[in-house]
């Protein structure tokens, strides 16, 4: 992996501070809307992902999650939930020898720095998944969808392509926007 350890760290700090304003412009209403993951509404794919960052800061930390990634995690205040989320998660790849741990994932221990690139992905991603359902893409970093799409595709990202992680790469024109790209690589269908 070729990722200069303050630039992945650095890169997690933008794609939550983008998720971040994507999640502000999310209203209860909306949370009932399907995702563009299959078989989930927005509620779902958001707790999921407040989960997700909840166990990724427990791991780095070597500290207790308070519970297990799909119990719910957003409570009454999905817009506090997350803020909580991302605060602890900033928290703990800041913390020196972040990225030299082990960290345990549900397919088993990944060394730091893919852990770092996994972790990146599911923020970034879930995140231009919310905004493209709330019709929110003014807000997606499409630098930060480029460059995820370019580091995915440089390693062997058909190893991660199985039920319940990711679908079969979809088409995307070769000249539409990076996170619709990065969309499709993901398996996620674009319109």
Same mark, same amino acid.
């Given at each position: 992996?070729?990722?200069?350890?303050?630039?992945?760290?650095?890169?997690?700090?933008?794609? %939550?501070?983008?998720?971040?304003?994507?999640?502000?412009?999310?209203?209860?209403? &909306? %949370?009932?809307?399907?995702?563009?993951?299959?078989?989930?509404?927005?509620?779902?794919?958001?707790?999921? %992902?407040?989960?997700?960052?909840?166990?990724?800061?427990?791991?780095?930390?070597?500290?207790?999650?308070?519970?297990?990634?799909?119990?719910?995690?957003?409570?009454?205040?999905?817009?506090?939930?997350?803020?909580?989320?991302?605060?602890?998660?900033?928290?703990?790849?800041?913390?020196?020898? +972040?990225?030299?741990?082990?960290?345990?994932?549900?397919?088993?221990?990944?060394?730091? !720095? =893919?852990?770092?690139?996994?972790? =990146?992905?599911?923020?970034?991603?879930?995140?231009?998944?919310?905004?493209?359902?709330?019709?929110?893409?003014? %807000?997606?970093?499409?630098?930060?969808?480029?460059?995820?799409?370019?580091?995915?595709?440089?390693?062997?990202?058909? +190893?991660?392509?199985?039920?319940?992680?990711?679908?079969?790469? !979809?088409? +995307?024109?070769?000249?539409?926007?990076?996170? &619709? &790209?990065?969309?499709?690589?993901?398996?996620?269908?674009?319109?």
């Amino acid at each position: 992996m070729n990722i200069a350890a303050s630039t992945i760290v650095d890169r997690i700090g933008l794609a %939550l501070e983008m998720t971040g304003a994507i999640v502000d412009g999310v209203t209860e209403a &909306q %949370l009932d809307q399907p995702s563009l993951c299959a078989g989930w509404d927005l509620c779902t794919e958001l707790n999921h %992902l407040v989960g997700g960052m909840r166990i990724f800061a427990a791991e780095l930390t070597a500290t207790e999650p308070g519970g297990e990634h799909h119990d719910d995690w957003l409570g009454s205040d999905h817009h506090a939930a997350f803020a909580v989320a991302a605060d602890l998660d900033r928290a703990a790849w800041q913390r020196p020898g +972040a990225l030299d741990t082990t960290i345990r994932l549900g397919f088993g221990p990944v060394p730091g !720095q =893919l852990g770092a690139l996994i972790h =990146l992905g599911e923020v970034l991603v879930h995140g231009v998944d919310i905004a493209v359902v709330t019709q929110q893409q003014h %807000l997606i970093d499409q630098h930060a969808c480029g460059q995820l799409l370019n580091t995915m595709r440089d390693m062997d990202f058909d +190893a991660f392509r199985r039920p319940g992680l990711f679908d079969p790469q !979809q088409r +995307a024109p070769a000249d539409a926007p990076a996170h &619709q &790209q990065l969309l499709a690589f993901t398996g996620r269908p674009i319109s």
